[in-house]
């Protein structure tokens, strides 16, 4: 299973787009890169998912290099509501075992 | 949007008790999970479970452990004789496949379990 390594925290002013990276250096050709955002007391949820190249939904952008050994999470103008923290995590598609890193805690300021 | 349950909220329970935490994972999902989540630590991963048997399963989940999916809907948790460090909050999860090919796991909102 490949290890991720992220910034334990970073700081955004309301409004800004936040760029979160994470670094993988063993990822598997099978693996999939997804990122979770966790509130407090809450359980983690589901932001996006990708492979290769980018992606974007309704909430983020994730973007990877052609050597898939990190990736970047992009928030576009975040608010106050976006302050959790955020995991990224590498893994097979189909497979089932999922290990968390420690995350990196948003701090929204206004 | 179909979501993930868990019962109790909360459960407080006394050293060297059994408990028993619930889920009811998404209807159509066929992969099934345990975290937990120390006080201000990482999520981590205990076991998942698929076919009605254990997939893979961390080092954490040892022999005081065991999950079990009695019927159609429900997908529990069994802790044989509690100690002071399973206090923690625990999550359920399931997965299924999506549109696309992917697999995205939902979360329940968890059990916080406080052993006395």
């Known amino acids: 299973l490949a290890k991720t390594t992220q910034p334990i925290s970073m700081d955004s002013y309301e409004g800004q787009e936040v760029n979160i990276t994470c670094s993988h250096n063993?990822?598997?050709?099978?693996?999939?890169i997804t990122w979770y955002q966790q509130f407090p007391s809450q359980g983690p949820r589901f932001i996006i998912q990708?492979?290769?190249t980018k992606v974007t939904n309704e909430v983020a952008s994730l973007f990877i290099p052609a050597d898939r050994k990190s990736s970047t999470l992009s928030l576009p103008r975040v608010s106050l509501s976006d302050t959790a923290v955020y995991y990224c995590l590498v893994g097979e598609n189909t497979g089932n075992q999922f290990y968390f890193g420690t995350g990196t805690s948003l701090t929204v300021i206004p | 949007e179909p979501e993930v349950t868990q019962t109790p909220s909360h459960q407080v329970t006394q050293m060297g008790q059994e408990v028993i935490l619930r889920c009811v994972p998404i209807s159509n999902h066929l992969y099934f999970y345990w975290y937990r989540q120390i006080l201000g630590q990482k999520v981590e991963f205990l076991v998942s479970f698929y076919n009605n048997e254990i997939s893979e399963k961390s080092e954490i989940f040892d022999d005081q452990f065991s999950v079990e999916r009695p019927d159609g809907s429900n997908f529990t948790l069994k802790i044989r004789s509690t100690k002071l460090e399973d206090s923690a909050m625990y999550f359920c999860?399931?997965?299924?496949?999506?549109?696309?090919?992917?697999?995205?796991?939902?979360f329940g909102p968890g059990t916080r379990l406080t052993v006395t």
């Open positions: 063993n990822i598997a050709t099978n693996d999939y």
């Open positions: 999860a399931s997965r299924g496949l999506l549109a696309g090919g992917r697999y995205e796991q939902y």
């Open positions: 990708g492979y290769k």
